[in-house]
């Protein structure tokens, strides 16, 4: 049987997942297969080849799609963010780790089928670092990818682990056994810093203050940062994190030193992203009314991320600084979508 050649989308309902598959399609890549636990909006599946309403855990659904499809490109995306994941925290391991594993498993499969290395793109996240306090912090500046690999989350536990099986699947992978795969997993993963996008909103991340307050200003709504004034934290508009995502995925192999690269963008106070959105929407009402647990966990993130090694490898650099990701990309969008003057 001739498999179908298909990029494979997890998590394709998520921020992440609708703007890429808006992307790819954007770039005539729509051979899609996308894979959500939720039904996707119509929008974006009518973008798709075929929409799984579908689990990453459910075993025989991923053992149909590797007999049916041929898959070059594997984005997985799929994952239960930090703050969802600090209430049911064995059940985001289960949809972090074991769902990671299953699809890598998935990769190595497609990879002997395919006779070459399936690229294996992996959202990792600020999240894998974990600062002691605040003195810590601030001390620590822009933070390398080696440094500070000490997360204080289900969630940050669960990417840095999912990276470091990226690794082994791509390097070690059944080194002792006799039938060795010859190609491992073409693994490659970006630390993202928070994702702000104009046009969906994060469900269940502790970076959610920031595209929180802007949403809700634009639509006329009161809000209260469960983070600080001062609180610091990296961040980047939507469509470069889309873009670095594609350009790791294009990246010539001899050209990366790591399996995994920071990008970042901008790093503004929750104070400075409200000065924003009030210059943007004059009556906006933002208040800060910290939550201990939450403002402990951002605390524990870098204020900035150093992604020097992207820039260097794959010519990494962000098309939106913050002071253009408000401007052009956030304000007339948000603007727009709900109609606010
Ligand atoms: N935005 C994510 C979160 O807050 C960080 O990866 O969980």
């Not at 149909?64 to 239960?80: G, Q």
């Not at 082994?168 to 190609?183: D, G």
């Not at 933002?286 to 993130?301: C, H, K, M, N, Y």
Request: charged share 20%.
């Amino acid at each position: 049987m001739v498999r179908k050649e298909v990029v494979l989308v997890t998590g394709a309902g998520g921020e992440m997942g609708q703007a890429l598959i808006h992307a790819l399609a954007a770039s005539g890549r729509t051979a899609i297969l996308a894979l959500d636990v939720r039904p996707l909006p119509a929008e974006i599946a009518k973008k798709c080849k075929v929409a799984l309403v579908g689990d990453i855990l459910d075993q025989n659904l991923l053992s149909r799609l590797v007999s049916e499809y041929a898959m070059p490109s594997i984005f997985h995306l799929a994952a239960l963010l930090s703050t969802r994941a600090e209430f049911t925290p064995e059940a985001a391991h289960h949809v972090n780790v074991d769902g990671t594993m299953a699809l890598l498993k998935i990769a190595v499969e497609q990879s002997s089928w395919l006779g070459k290395p399936v690229k294996f793109l992996f959202p990792s996240s600020v999240a894998v670092y974990g600062l002691p306090n605040l003195e810590a912090k601030a001390a620590a500046g822009a933070v390398k990818e080696h440094e500070w690999n000490v997360p204080q989350t289900m969630y940050g536990c669960n990417k840095l682990y999912g990276e470091h099986l990226g690794r082994y699947y791509a390097k070690h992978y059944r080194q002792l056994a006799a039938e060795r795969p010859t190609r491992g997993v073409d693994f490659r993963s970006l630390r993202f810093p928070g994702l702000i996008s104009a046009f969906t909103m994060p469900t269940g991340g502790t970076s959610d203050y920031a595209p929180e307050m802007i949403h809700a200003a634009a639509q006329g709504h009161a809000y209260a940062s469960f983070v600080r004034e001062t609180t610091r934290m990296p961040f980047m508009a939507m469509p470069d994190a889309i873009r670095s995502l594609l350009m790791l995925e294009a990246a010539p192999e001899e050209n990366l030193t790591t399996e995994v690269y920071n990008v970042t963008s901008f790093s503004p106070s929750a104070g400075q992203i409200a000065d924003r959105v009030r210059a943007a929407f004059p009556g906006a009402a933002i208040t800060f009314e910290p939550d201990l647990a939450r403002q402990g966990i951002v605390d524990s993130w870098p204020a900035e991320q150093d992604d020097r090694r992207a820039r260097a490898d794959w010519g990494w650099s962000p098309e939106y600084d913050e002071e253009r990701a408000f401007a052009d990309y956030l304000i007339p969008n948000i603007r727009k979508r709900y109609g606010s003057a």
